[in-house]
């Protein structure tokens, strides 16, 4: 996917805080953009598709066929590792050293990032793509929170004060 824009919340800097790879990582986790190219078999998405990425999932664990991906039984290992779940990456540096570059299954902070299937999905190519990314960690927290904790459903209003570091756009 070639990168049109990307948010930022506080998941980006828990590796300066110890929570990720050792090592250099290209960060991003709220990409927005535009699908270059396929790998055999994708189907959800062709090549030229407006796509928000968002949590990456395996799609086979109880809770991937539950319908809750972001409680992915193999959440760490496919969003926290920085690399595939077979330890292997899309990234070196010059000298051919690997760079963790799958972070949230994405990496996108960079201008190209590759994600799976599964976490990319299709935006009506009309919507303004740089302003989406944080609708695949943010945006989706952030209405999580509202709809599901606080039952408060459609139709129904709230309000929020005190934006926290983590479920609202920067
Ligand atoms: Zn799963
Ligand atoms: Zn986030």
Same mark, same amino acid.
């Given at each position: 996917? +070639?990168?049109?824009?990307?948010? *930022?919340?506080?998941?980006?800097?828990?590796?300066?805080? =110890?929570? #990720?790879?050792?090592?250099?990582?290209?960060? #991003?986790?709220?990409?927005?953009?535009? !699908?270059?190219?396929?790998?055999?078999?994708? $189907?959800?998405?062709?090549? =030229?598709?407006?796509? !928000?990425?968002?949590?990456?999932? %395996?799609?086979? %664990?109880? +809770?991937?066929?539950?319908?809750?991906?972001?409680?992915?039984?193999? !959440?760490?290992?496919?969003? *926290?590792? =920085?690399? +595939?779940?077979?330890?292997?990456?899309?990234?070196?540096?010059?000298?051919?050293?690997?760079?963790?570059?799958?972070?949230?299954?994405?990496?996108?902070?960079?201008?190209?990032?590759?994600?799976?299937?599964?976490?990319?999905?299709?935006?009506?190519?009309?919507?303004?793509?740089? @302003?989406? #990314?944080? @609708?695949?960690?943010?945006?989706?927290?952030?209405?999580?929170?509202?709809?599901?904790?606080? $039952? %408060? #459903?459609?139709?129904?209003?709230?309000? %929020?004060?005190?934006?926290?570091?983590?479920?609202?756009?920067?």
């Amino acid at each position: 996917m +070639r990168v049109a824009g990307a948010g *930022f919340c506080h998941t980006d800097v828990m590796p300066r805080e =110890g929570s #990720g790879p050792d090592g250099p990582i290209v960060l #991003g986790h709220e990409g927005a953009g535009v !699908v270059e190219a396929v790998g055999p078999g994708v $189907t959800s998405v062709v090549v =030229g598709d407006h796509v !928000v990425l968002t949590v990456d999932s %395996c799609g086979t %664990c109880a +809770r991937c066929d539950h319908g809750e991906p972001a409680y992915c039984e193999r !959440v760490r290992e496919r969003n *926290f590792a =920085g690399f +595939r779940a077979d330890g292997s990456t899309p990234m070196t540096d010059a000298a051919g050293a690997p760079v963790a570059a799958r972070w949230f299954g994405q990496s996108s902070f960079a201008s190209h990032a590759i994600a799976t299937e599964r976490n990319a999905v299709p935006v009506d190519p009309d919507l303004p793509l740089p @302003l989406l #990314g944080p @609708l695949g960690c943010s945006m989706q927290t952030g209405a999580g929170a509202s709809s599901s904790s606080w $039952t %408060c #459903g459609p139709g129904r209003a709230s309000s %929020c004060s005190g934006p926290a570091r983590w479920g609202w756009p920067r």
